[in-house]
C-alpha cells in the first residue's frame, strides 16, 4: 500500500478559486474573533492604562456574542478550506536546497497555522461550553495562541497573496490556478459547495447565537445557558459549587465597607434600608451568553460615600467564595463612580436567588460577567 501523491486527488473543487473564497471568510471570521477577544481579555486586566469604558452598558455584550459567534462559523469554513487544500500535503518536495528550504519553511508555517487555528476553535468551544479537560489556564493560553494563529495567518496571506489575488481576480470556475491533476468535476459544482459552505458557517452561527440574541432562542440548538436559570437568567456556579450556601444565608452576615482605616458594617436589612436604585443592565459572559435584567440595589458610589472615599479609586470586591481566579477582582474607579453601578439585591422585582449571588452582587454596566461578583462581602477601597 503506497503513501498517495498530489496526482490522486483529481477534483476540481480542491482549487485555488474555492480556497480563496472561503479562506477570505475564514480570514474576516478570525479578524472579528481576534479583535474582540483582545478586547474581552483587556477588559478582565486588573491594571488598565486605559480604563475599560461603562458606556455602553450592552458593548461587552455585542463584542463577546460576535466573538463566540465568529468562531463558531470558522469552524466549518477551517474544515472546507483544509479539504480544498489537503493534496498539496502530498506534493513532491522540489530539488535544489534553497527552492527546498524555502518550502520547508512555508509548510511550517502553514503547520503552525492549522495547528493554532485548530487550538483556539476546539478550546474556544469547550470553554462555552465549560468544559475543561486540560490543565492550564485557559485565558492566558488562548490569549497567547490568538497572537501566533494571527500573526500565522498574516504570514501566510503575505506569501500566498499574489495566488490569492488572481483567484478572487477571475471567475471561480477559471482553471488557471488549479493544479494539473485537478480535472475531474466534482460532486457538486465549485458554486454549489461554496452556497453549501455558507449555510454551513449560518447554520453553525444560528445555533449558538441564542446565547446572544433572545429572538433566536427557540432555534438556537447549540446556545449554552441561553435562558435557564432563577428569574429567566442563567448562572454559571451555583452557590453550591461555589461552597457559600451556608455563609451566605447565615443572620451573621456583614457587608463590610473600607477605605483608609475606616470600615462600616452592614447587614442586609441595612443594605435594603438604604436608598434603592433599579438599573436595566444585561450580563454577559465569556462563553457567548448573554441576558437583559433588571436589577435593584444600593449604588456602589453611595455605599464608597459611608467611608467617605473621594471618586477616583480602585475598588477590591470580595466574594464570600474562598477559591477561584475571580474571587476578588478590581472594579475600576470609573466602574465604581458610574451611577449605574449597583450592590444588588433584587432581580426582575424579587429577592435574589442564592445561585444569583444573595445576599447581594455586584453588576456594572458593560463588565464581564466573570467579574460580576456575587456573594459579596467586603469592598476594599484603594489607595
Given at each position: 500500500?503506497?503513501a498517495?501523491?498530489?496526482t490522486?486527488f483529481?477534483?476540481?473543487?480542491r482549487?485555488?478559486a474555492v480556497?480563496?473564497?472561503?479562506?477570505?471568510?475564514?480570514?474576516?471570521?478570525?479578524?472579528?474573533?481576534f479583535?474582540?477577544g483582545?478586547?474581552?481579555?483587556?477588559?478582565?486586566?486588573?491594571?488598565q492604562?486605559?480604563?475599560f469604558?461603562?458606556?455602553?452598558?450592552?458593548?461587552?455584550?455585542?463584542?463577546q456574542?460576535l466573538?463566540?459567534?465568529?468562531?463558531?462559523?470558522a469552524?466549518p469554513?477551517l474544515?472546507?478550506?483544509l479539504?480544498?487544500?489537503?493534496?498539496?500535503l502530498?506534493?513532491?518536495p522540489?530539488?535544489?536546497?534553497r527552492?527546498?528550504?524555502?518550502?520547508a519553511?512555508?509548510r511550517?508555517?502553514?503547520?503552525?497555522?492549522?495547528?493554532?487555528a485548530?487550538?483556539?476553535?476546539?478550546?474556544?468551544?469547550a470553554n462555552s461550553?465549560q468544559?475543561y479537560p486540560?490543565a492550564f489556564s485557559?485565558r492566558?493560553?488562548?490569549y497567547?495562541?490568538a497572537?501566533i494563529?494571527?500573526g500565522?495567518?498574516?504570514?501566510?496571506?503575505?506569501?500566498?497573496l499574489?495566488?490569492?489575488?488572481r483567484a478572487?481576480?477571475?471567475?471561480v470556475?477559471?482553471?488557471?490556478?488549479?493544479?494539473?491533476?485537478?480535472?475531474e468535476?466534482?460532486a457538486?459544482?465549485r458554486r454549489?459547495?461554496?452556497r453549501?459552505?455558507?449555510?454551513?458557517?449560518g447554520?453553525?452561527?444560528?445555533?449558538?447565537?441564542?446565547g446572544?440574541v433572545?429572538l433566536?432562542?427557540?432555534v438556537?440548538?447549540?446556545g449554552?445557558?441561553?435562558?435557564?436559570?432563577p428569574?429567566?437568567?442563567p448562572?454559571?456556579?451555583?452557590a453550591?459549587a461555589?461552597?457559600?450556601?451556608?455563609t451566605?444565608?447565615?443572620p451573621?452576615?456583614r457587608?463590610?465597607?473600607a477605605y483608609?482605616?475606616r470600615?462600616v458594617?452592614?447587614s442586609?436589612?441595612?443594605l435594603?434600608a438604604?436608598?434603592?436604585?433599579?438599573?436595566?443592565l444585561p450580563?454577559a459572559?465569556v462563553?457567548?451568553?448573554?441576558?437583559?435584567?433588571?436589577?435593584?440595589?444600593?449604588r456602589?458610589?453611595?455605599?464608597l460615600d459611608?467611608?467617605?472615599a473621594p471618586?477616583?479609586?480602585d475598588?477590591r470586591?470580595?466574594?464570600?467564595q474562598?477559591?477561584?481566579?475571580f474571587?476578588?477582582?478590581?472594579?475600576?474607579?470609573?466602574?465604581?463612580?458610574?451611577e449605574?453601578?449597583l450592590?444588588?439585591l433584587q432581580l426582575?422585582?424579587e429577592?435574589?436567588?442564592i445561585?444569583?449571588?444573595?445576599p447581594?452582587?455586584?453588576?456594572?454596566?458593560?463588565r464581564p460577567?466573570?467579574?460580576?461578583?456575587?456573594?459579596?462581602?467586603?469592598?476594599?477601597?484603594e489607595?
Open positions: 500500500m503506497r498517495p501523491t498530489d490522486d483529481s477534483s476540481r473543487l482549487s485555488a480556497t480563496a473564497r472561503v479562506g477570505l471568510w475564514l480570514g474576516i471570521c478570525f479578524a472579528v474573533a479583535v474582540t483582545l478586547i474581552s481579555h483587556y477588559a478582565q486586566v486588573p491594571d492604562p486605559v480604563p469604558p461603562t458606556s455602553p452598558s450592552w458593548g461587552y455584550r455585542v463584542t456574542g466573538h463566540v459567534m465568529a468562531g463558531t462559523a469552524v469554513l474544515l472546507v478550506k479539504w480544498t487544500v489537503y493534496p498539496r502530498f506534493k513532491r522540489p530539488r535544489g536546497l527552492r527546498l528550504a524555502v518550502e519553511a512555508e511550517a508555517s502553514i503547520g503552525v497555522l492549522v495547528a493554532a485548530v487550538f483556539q476553535l476546539a478550546s474556544g468551544l461550553a468544559w486540560w485557559f492566558a493560553t488562548h497567547a495562541v497572537w494563529a494571527i500565522a495567518l498574516v504570514l501566510h496571506v503575505a506569501v500566498k499574489p495566488v490569492i489575488r478572487l481576480a477571475a471567475d470556475d477559471a482553471t488557471g490556478e488549479d493544479r494539473p491533476a485537478a480535472t468535476p466534482g457538486l459544482s454549489g459547495l461554496l453549501t459552505t455558507w449555510l454551513a458557517a447554520v453553525a452561527v444560528l445555533a449558538t447565537a441564542g446572544t433572545p433566536l432562542r427557540r438556537s440548538v447549540l449554552v445557558r441561553s435562558g435557564d436559570g428569574a429567566g437568567v448562572i454559571n456556579k451555583s453550591r461555589a461552597g457559600v450556601t451556608a451566605a444565608t447565615s451573621s452576615y457587608l463590610t465597607v483608609a482605616g470600615e458594617s452592614l442586609r436589612d441595612d435594603a438604604m436608598p434603592q436604585a433599579t438599573e436595566s450580563i459572559c462563553e457567548g451568553w448573554s441576558a437583559g435584567a433588571t436589577w435593584t440595589g444600593v456602589v458610589r453611595d455605599l459611608l467611608v467617605g471618586p477616583g479609586h475598588v470586591v470580595v466574594s464570600l474562598e477559591s477561584g481566579p474571587r476578588q477582582p478590581v472594579l475600576q474607579s470609573n466602574f465604581a463612580d458610574d449605574r453601578s450592590l444588588a426582575h422585582g429577592t435574589l436567588a445561585d444569583h449571588g444573595y447581594c452582587r455586584l453588576i456594572a454596566p458593560d460577567g466573570v467579574l460580576q461578583t456575587k456573594w459579596v462581602h467586603r469592598l476594599e477601597v489607595a
